[in-house]
């Protein structure tokens, strides 16, 4: 594969990620809007909702 190639697969490459992570923004932020905090927050109260003995600590190494 030429140099050439290499760049436009790659130009296209980015450009579906680029494409793919907006939309998957969109989608896992639309839950939390309503109460106005970040998707990791969302995460973050998620898990002290289900899990058991969550710590601080815990939440940090995730």
């Known amino acids: 594969m030429s140099a050439k190639e290499n760049e436009a697969l790659f130009e296209g490459s980015i450009e579906i990620y ?7 923004e969109y989608v896992l932020s639309e839950p939390t809007k309503e109460y106005e905090i970040s998707f990791e927050q969302f995460l973050v109260l998620r898990d002290i909702r289900y899990q058991e003995n969550v710590t601080q600590m815990g939440i940090a190494a995730e």
């Open 18 to 24: 680029m494409t793919t992570l907006k939309f998957l």
